[in-house]
């Protein structure tokens, strides 16, 4: 404060100077002159001069004598452990106030200095007024959000992507907090098959944020969930202070398992929402943006399984189709129809054969008859011996090219009957395979067409078996 100035303006004399250089007077001028206030004059100059001179201040005190007429300002003493001020605020200024004011609170005001002019009271009028634990909380706060984001805690880039279907949900909150029972409802109306796993901690108090520290890091070292819910209840600024800790915001961002806070009410916000992956106005809209939609996902295996059937009635269609291609192929290259075929053939050389061998048998016998002729007409000895050999050497290679014929007829049976056994099925079951089929005769290509307790029956390559179904193992 400029006293300097208020003092030139109520002294009566005017600036001597240095008192060693006082010049001389006249004899008329050693009678001072004076400047008369009035009070009103004094009163509006002082608070002219004290509106002039200080700006707006930041005031912490406790109030005391707080009145509220019917205008709806209010008037109250502002006071500490040695001094005390009076103090005003008008009612425009007190709309804006988030509580209410009451004797004995300590708050913290931003006010004009001045004077009230009719009474000459020095009062202070505020135009801003906040608790003043809060206040200091508030300005703490602040100062931590600064100093964590400088330090790029709080960048997207640490953020973690959520599972669109988790496997497991932590939940670290209060065990009897009204917080847990809101996110137990959510989950279990949305995805109630998915398990829960609940860390109790404190959720106030100075031993908080150790303890929610721990959860995180147990949660961590576990490995039993894939999303964690970082949970409270609504309370004042003072109650949610154990999120606003620096260690438990720096462990949220360390953490490898994705944190989601939903931390009091929409309007409350703390540091560890920003830590975290996402953050949640309320603790069931945590629970809401961690679970999925149960019905969504039924809806999707509904649709699921019907094109599924669609498939697989229309792949057994063309599996029916093609086996009865099979069949039929199978019929005409059956064993039986093969050798069907060559005993046809083998009866037709044979009769050939037959044929042949009478046409032979007429012609030596025609021959032997014009030899015997020409024999009785000659009776050479000779010539009859040697006759006699030349039919044996007929003979001999008659039977010599009839053996012939029959081996290579029976060597190309022996390959045919052979290529066939090689693509009959009674060959793929000699190697080790096995038919299975269900009660109703149907051959079992997919283990999800039977159930547990199912009869089957087994055919091998010699005999077949009957069985029950004991386990399925999905492949």
Not at 254 to 272: F, L, Q
Not at 299 to 311: G, K, M, N, P, V
């Amino acid at each position: 404060m400029r006293l300097s100035a208020f003092a030139s303006k109520l002294s009566p004399y005017p600036s001597m100077g240095d008192p060693c250089n006082i010049p001389p007077m006249p004899t008329s001028s050693l009678q001072p002159r004076k400047q008369i206030y009035s009070v009103s004059e004094l009163n509006r100059t002082i608070r002219q001069l004290l509106e002039r001179e200080f700006p707006l201040l930041w005031i912490e005190g406790e109030i005391s004598n707080l009145a509220q007429p019917a205008s709806g300002h209010i008037y109250f003493t502002l006071k500490d452990s040695q001094a005390q001020v009076r103090c005003a605020m008008f009612k425009g200024r007190l709309r804006l106030v988030r509580f209410k004011p009451e004797n004995g609170q300590q708050v913290l005001i931003r006010a004009k200095v001045g004077l009230y002019e009719q009474r000459g009271d020095f009062q202070l009028i505020a135009e801003h007024m906040e608790e003043a634990g809060d206040g200091a909380l508030q300005r703490e706060f602040e100062a931590l959000k600064a100093r964590l984001a400088q330090a790029g805690l709080f960048d997207e880039s640490n953020k973690r992507p959520l599972p669109q279907l988790p496997e497991k949900i932590g939940i670290i909150t209060s065990a009897s907090g009204a917080a847990i029972r809101d996110v137990l409802s959510v989950l279990k109306r949305r995805f109630p098959s998915i398990p829960i796993l609940i860390y109790p901690v404190l959720v106030q108090g100075d031993n908080a944020p150790a303890e929610i520290i721990k959860a995180i890091k147990l949660a961590n070292a576990q490995k039993r969930c894939d999303v964690l819910l970082l949970v409270r209840g609504g309370g004042s600024l003072e109650d949610l202070w154990a999120f606003n800790n620096e260690a438990l915001a720096r462990q949220i961002v360390k953490s490898k398992i994705p944190v989601v806070s939903g931390v009091g009410h929409e309007v409350d916000v703390t540091i560890a929402d920003f830590a975290a992956d996402l953050r949640a106005p309320t603790p069931s809209a945590a629970a809401e943006l961690v679970s999925p939609d149960q019905q969504a996902y039924i809806d999707i295996f509904t649709a699921y399984q019907q094109r599924l059937e669609q498939l697989i009635e229309q792949k057994l269609q063309r599996a029916n189709e093609q086996l009865g291609w099979l069949k039929t192929r199978l019929q005409l290259q059956h064993p039986s129809q093969q050798l069907q075929q060559y005993n046809q053939r083998l009866d037709d050389s044979l009769q050939r054969l037959g044929n042949a061998w009478n046409s032979q048998l007429q012609t030596s016998r025609h021959r032997y008859e014009i030899a015997m002729q020409r024999l009785l007409s000659q009776q050479p000895s000779r010539q009859l011996s040697r006759h006699r050999q030349q039919l044996e050497n007929l003979i001999q290679r008659l039977k010599q090219s009839i053996g012939q014929q029959l081996q290579q007829k029976n060597q190309r049976l022996a390959a045919s009957s052979h290529a066939l056994h090689i693509i009959s099925p009674l060959q793929t079951l000699g190697r080790g395979y096995a038919l299975v089929m269900d009660s109703q005769g149907n051959i079992l290509h997919n283990s999800q067409q039977v159930r547990r307790g199912d009869d089957i029956s087994i055919r091998l390559h010699q005999g077949s078996l009957l069985g029950k179904v004991e386990k399925i193992i999905k492949s």
